[in-house]
Nanobody, 126 residues
Framework: QVTLVESGGGLVQAGDSLRLSCAAS????????MGWFRQGPGKEREFVAA????????DYADSVKGRFTISRDNAKNTVYLQMNSLKPEDTAVYYC???????????????????WGQGTQVTVSS
């Protein structure tokens, strides 16, 4: 069993930056593929970014490419999402996810993840 705890959300203005963190426990962190998803008001949960075990490979949704950066620190059992140039449409609950099963190096599908955090709210005002 893996427990994921997100932090770092908040209320910011358009153009500001935020860094989300997700601390993992319960399993060797370096064995997990990690991802960030978000769910806006009245919307389905959508992929934001994903990272491989080592951090050497990443993938992003088109809507955040060039603005968001996913990274991980395996020594700290933590994955990060640096969000720059935030827009009102980035407003959502952001979820951290982990996959422990074998499979793709980078995982982008919601259904492919095994564990989820409780989410952290990000609100971007115009």
């Amino acid at each position: 069993q893996v427990t994921l705890v997100e932090s770092g959300g908040g209320l910011v203005q358009a153009g500001d930056s935020l860094r989300l963190s997700c601390a993992a426990s319960g399993r060797t962190f370096s064995s997990l593929r990690m991802g960030w998803f978000r769910q806006g008001p009245g919307k389905e949960r959508e992929f934001v970014a994903a990272i491989s075990w080592s951090g050497g490979r990443t993938d992003y949704a088109d809507s955040v490419k060039g603005r968001f950066t996913i990274s991980r620190d395996n020594a700290k059992n933590t994955v990060y999402l640096q969000m720059n140039s935030l827009k009102p449409e980035d407003t959502a609950v952001y979820y951290c996810a982990a996959r422990g099963r074998l499979g793709p190096t980078v995982v982008v599908e919601t259904s492919e993840y095994d564990y989820w955090g409780q989410g952290t709210q990000v609100t971007v005002s115009s």
